[in-house]
């Protein structure tokens, strides 16, 4: 099945954005021929021929191009495209195998009498839609990027980057961490550690803390006439009796 588009008329009636740089009318063509190469299968692709009008186009532009199968013909030399597509229509050698996309009646009539198909461009469209709901007009489409690549492009540029390698060194690996404990486990090994020895007294001898008096100080009371057990008693013994009577 052969399938013949009129452009502009297939263009007014979705009103497509295109993307990228040149002309609003370059933007919006380019848009249009993204969606059909992605709505399409690429049998079908290869089997449409889209035709846009040359009246007004810049200086260079070619009569015929390929977009990703599609053929794409400006109508150079012919008043208007329509002119061009019922040519077409006419020098199809297997008219009842060919589907006329356009709104035109000019192009229907044209298309009836060779027994061809005609459908009017927003109907067209709908069931392109139809048959992938994710790919509509008004936007870039699934296997589009903002500046009109297609994903395939990216990944035939990009195929060969290691992502794992790169993820290895953004996000090195973090040994593994004992699991939490609880608070009232924390608090339980905080009171049964070992408490560290107090600085100074590591490396002391404590053996001199036994006798608190230095060697020799009972001799000195003893000179005195007292004595150690005296110190027990620290009231002298006539305290009581010089106590009044009661």
């Known amino acids: 099945m052969a399938i013949l588009i009129d452009g502009y008329n297939l263009l007014n009636a979705t009103g497509v954005e295109g993307t990228g740089t040149g002309t609003e009318l370059e933007r919006a063509r380019r848009g249009l021929l993204q969606f059909l190469a992605s709505a399409l299968t690429p049998g079908e692709c290869a089997a449409t021929t889209i035709v ?23 109508s ?3 008043a208007e495209a329509d002119d061009l597509v019922e040519e077409l229509i006419a020098s199809d050698h297997a008219p009842r195998s060919l589907v006329v996309v356009s709104s035109d009646h000019r192009l229907h009539r044209a298309a009836r009498r060779r027994r061809a198909r005609a459908i009017d461009s927003d109907v067209w469209v709908s069931q392109l839609e139809s048959r992938n709901p994710a790919r509509k007009f008004g936007g870039p489409t699934a296997t589009e990027s903002p500046d009109g690549e297609s994903v395939e492009d990216w990944l035939a540029e990009f195929s060969d980057i290691d992502v794992s390698a790169i993820e290895s060194e953004l996000f090195p690996a973090v040994p593994p961490q004992p699991p939490p404990t609880s608070s009232a486990e924390s608090e339980a090994e905080a009171r049964d ?23 020799g100080f009972g001799d000195e009371l003893a000179e ?17 009796d010089e106590r009044p009577d009661s």
């Open 224 to 240: 005195e006439g007292e004595s150690l057990d005296d110190l027990a008693n620290p009231f002298p013994a006539e305290f009581f």
């Open 52 to 74: 846009f009008d040359a009246q007004g186009a810049p200086p260079g532009l070619p009569n015929q191009e390929t977009f990703r199968g599609i053929t794409v013909l400006f």
């Open 193 to 215: 550690a070992p408490s560290p020895p107090k600085e100074g007294l590591r490396d002391a001898d404590l053996t001199g803390l036994q006798n608190p008096f230095p060697e």
């Open 76 to 78: 150079k030399g012919y």
